[in-house]
């Protein structure tokens, strides 16, 4: 949920999927004070090839809805995985927020 507005962040891990120089990615949402929550990929770019944030979102104007194009981009070697290979989105999401100095405020 970003405002208003649902976003799945598989629909815009699919819509990377499509850049040319995109290996693997995965999207997560941080919190935010005015939005709820703002968009987060990290990306693991094909070897051998350089991809900046700025490409990132260029690729995006245009082709997705201006509030599905993830705030923070940040490119990784790998994810934090389990020992049985699977994703762990809530430790992408913990190092974002510490990264960004954001706490979440617990409620009742």
Not at 98 to 104: D, F, K, M, V
Request: glycine letters at 6%.
């Amino acid at each position: 949920m970003r405002g208003d507005e649902n976003v799945y962040p598989r629909e815009i891990e699919e819509f990377l999927y499509r850049h040319p120089k995109v290996q693997d990615v995965q999207v997560v949402g941080v919190p935010d004070q005015r939005f709820g929550e703002e968009l987060c990929a990290w990306i693991v770019v094909k070897p051998g090839q350089q991809l900046d944030e700025d490409e990132v979102r260029a690729f995006c104007k245009g082709r997705i809805a201006h509030y599905k194009v993830p705030r923070y981009i940040r490119f990784v070697a790998e994810f934090p995985m389990t020992v049985t290979g699977k994703i762990q989105k809530f430790r992408i999401r913990d190092a974002m927020k510490e990264e960004l100095g954001i706490s979440e405020q617990k409620t009742a």
